[in-house]
């Protein structure tokens, strides 16, 4: 078996978007990701979000329908899904986040979000971007949850 290093010719999976293969205008949707009981109880627990509203199942009743996520968790894990898919091995700092929450995501919901970058600004050092996304998170129901923009500093190809 021959390893191989990271400059190796052979292509990296998972591989992230260089800044150079960004263009204004372009669109990405994520795989789907369902919300579980189990990431809402993980995530209120590890960041001490340990609101009513969070913790008590009839504390909400009538006014949601169903146990709802914290907005933190459901923005959490969209950004998982972005790493995941775009800027993984390019990511160097996210540098600003704007987010709107715009309907509750429950445990059940499954979402997504779709990706349109706005803004690709070269810097004048190390081959680098500022690059700005709009995201919106949308459910099963191809409702909107939330809307943000993200401002992140990506690599360019090496070379």
Do not use: C
């Not at 190796?8 to 579980?36: C, E, K, M, N």
């Not at 990431?39 to 329908?65: P, Q």
């Amino acid at each position: 078996m021959t390893a191989h290093r990271n400059d190796s010719p052979i292509a990296q999976l998972g591989q992230g978007y260089y800044w150079q293969d960004l263009s204004v205008g372009q669109r990405f949707h994520t795989f789907r990701r369902t919300v579980t009981e189990t990431d809402i109880v993980n995530f209120i627990s590890v960041t001490g979000m340990l609101e009513t509203i969070f913790i008590d199942t009839t504390y909400a009743r009538g006014a949601i329908a169903g146990r709802p996520a914290p907005g933190g968790l459901t923005y959490g894990l969209i950004e998982g899904l972005i790493m995941q898919g775009m800027v993984q091995g390019t990511g160097l700092a996210l540098l600003e986040v704007h987010k709107k929450m715009l309907a509750p995501v429950i445990a059940g919901d499954t979402i997504w979000a779709e990706i349109e970058v706005t803004e690709v600004r070269p810097t004048s050092q190390r081959n680098r971007a500022v690059v700005t996304s709009a995201i919106e998170v949308r459910n099963q129901h191809d409702k909107p949850v939330m809307a943000y923009t993200a401002t992140r500093m990506l690599a360019g190809r090496p070379g």
